[in-house]
């Protein structure tokens, strides 16, 4: 396929550019290479003394770096920590925890896991402004033939000498369609600092069991207690899961016991408050809201109160372990909240005051981490993209941390879109929330008289959140002419439980409804094409953009990554752990029990409805969504509609669930600007 921008400049200053400005075929900057190279994005700050670290993904060579700045110091650039080709991440749960514990020093202990072999490293590092090389040495051995290890969200032990990690065990020995559930278990356990246990594997011993999945631990300030979050399917961690607390005897936790949640409420996040006490996000009123729970002399007695009750949704839905969205500090507690758009606020337990931090940033990814004095969380807004921050506490005064390469995005600011929250009457009157990206390119305009092509975005998930910040993906896009609007369906995160339940058992109905509700909003006050409108989607988006292709008639084309094509067969057997039972409550049951609703729901069912062209991408070495799915999905359609219903199908080695690669992410941009150029423009 050739590049679609190969003869275009920023001004559209070709013979076609000057034959035809219709939206769709502007010119812009942001080419498909540009674009790819900057997707990669930062995650899990942390403050670490008067340093400010964070993980940053790179899909030029699709490392994961640890950097780390210092905002009293000289260096205008972020610097890498371990140098190198490391990997700093895991896949725990499938979608990877929390990877890295920094604890500050007069030589920085760093304790983090590598992706390419699971393992456990730590290494010690001199405090900036030195520019020492660190050298990582491992803590854990290679996985012993037949087991697969992963470890996620270290603490350190009340010792400090060991870390203590979840620790995720896979048999790997089995068939290709065995139950992962029963391949699969989690222990949270402590691994010695010395690597004692690289020779000696039985070095690393457990000191807690309970729920099959686990996150969040934390050791209490006076090492007497321990506390971490389980659930077991078939709940997911935002319908029911518990906050376990247990006495800590010679490094084992005893007799642990549930201290707030259970069935129906969901808690998300805890910290110790002090020796005798947590802060936890739990939503038994309907929305994740801060509790105090007082534990006393017994867990067993535990006291747990909303201290801050509000309809604001103020914590997040647990995708990854360890994830965080609150942080206790010497100046009180800093949390996340809002519907839809977020605020940054620090609460005082003692005046009851709360206080915004960091303004002009509207949305703050999961991942607040926090000191006595400080802060870190990676920010965004409608004009700036993720971004790791340090907000300095009491002051509030907030610090902007650098890339690793010191790029400055200024030279293509015009040609970001703004994005802009709304709300519509959806269907059966439920109100649907959407951010709308219009076309936005300094030398171009609608033309007077013609409503763009419209691009409709869905999120994955589908329990989750589009967000509204800038988006350099869907500026690549809007750039061009096409307008885009992103759709937070009902089942979305951000907007309290009786919305995210929306979808249970209507999913593939209810977020359908929803992205033609958008669609028909959009056209309806004259800022769409009602016949141009495309819909594209990625994993639970992507089932949702295939089942609006073959179950409405709205969207004359479609562009899809790694999606759910088969509800049947994508359960136990069919996709990880963590999901195998998600589906149960989306579609109100297992196959046997709601045959007929998966039948009326699945795109692959609905195939001989399907008549608009689409493009389809999907990686080689996906365990989330495997390439089965596609491949049937894709080959079914050509049978029944000729092979150029499928205009690119791009099966891609080496990429998983989710794109990492550079050239991946270009291949895949290029096929779909050139599927809704093709269609919405050019016919």
Known sequence: MARADAAEDARGNTPAAAAEQRCGLWPSPLTPDVVAAELGGPSWASVVGAETWWCASRTTDATVKLLRWCADGVESVAQDVLRGAWKVSNGAIGYGGRPYLAVPGADHLVVFTEQSDRRLYAARIEPLPSHADAVPYPLTPPDPAGLETCYADPVLSPDRAEVWCVRETIRTDGGADRDPAEITSRDIVAVPLDGTAVEDPLAVRVVARSHHFLSCIRVSPDGGRLSWIGWSHPDMPWDSSEL?????????????????????????????????????MADPDGWWN???????????????????????ECSHAIWRVGATSFAVTGSGVVFRHGIGGQQLVIWDPVSG????????????????SGSEDAVAVIGS????????????????????????????????????????????????GRTVHYTYYPPTNPHHEVAHGERPPLIIDVHGGPTSTTGAARSLALSFFTSRGFAVASVDYGGSTTYGRAYRELLN????????????????????????????????????????ALAALTHTDVFCCGAIRYPIADPFTWFAGQTHDFESRYLFT????????????????????????????????????????????????????????????????????????????????????????????????LR
């Not at 005051?353 to 940033?361: F, I, N, Q």
């Not at 495997?626 to 999905?633: A, G, L």
């Open 244 to 280: 376990m607390v247990a006495e800590l005897a010679q490094g084992v936790a005893g007799n642990p016991v549930c201290v707030l949640g259970g069935p129906g409420v969901s808690v998300s996040q805890a910290e110790w408050a002090d020796a005798s006490g947590l802060y936890a």
């Open 290 to 312: 801060l509790h105090r729970v007082d534990l006393g002399a017994d867990p067993g007695d535990a006291k747990a109160v909303c201290v801050l009750p509000m309809q604001s």
């Open 353 to 368: 005051s709360m206080t915004a931090l960091a303004p002009g940033w509207t949305e703050f990814e999961v991942g607040v």
């Open 381 to 428: 807004s409608a004009t700036s993209r993720p971004t790791p921050l340090r907000i300095d506490l009491p002051s509030g005064t907030a610090h902007t941390c650098p890339r690793i390469d010191g790029f400055v995005d200024s030279e293509l600011e015009p040609w970001y879109a703004t994005p802009d929250r709304r709300s519509t009457a959806g269907h059966d």
């Open 505 to 544: 058992g209507g999913w593939g109905v209810v977020d359908v409804e929803d992205s033609v509700s958008v669609a028909q909003a959009l056209t309806e006050s004259g800022l769409a094409d009602p016949a141009r409108i495309a819909i594209r989607g990625g994993s639970a988006g992507g089932w949702t």
């Open 586 to 681: 989306l579609l109100g049951g297992t196959p046997a029990e709601a045959d007929e609703f998966y039948r009326r729901v699945s795109p692959i069912a609905g195939i001989k409805d399907l008549r608009a062209p689409f493009v389809m991408m999907h990686g080689l070495k996906d365990d989330i969504c495997r390439i089965d799915q596609s491949d049937r999905f894709v080959d079914a359609a050509r049978a029944q509609h000729g092979a150029e219903i499928c205009r690119v199908y791009f099966r891609f080695p080496g990429e998983g669930h989710g794109f990492r690669h550079a050239a991946t992410l270009a291949a895949a941009l290029e096929a779909e600007l050139s599927l809704f150029r093709e269609i919405m423009v």
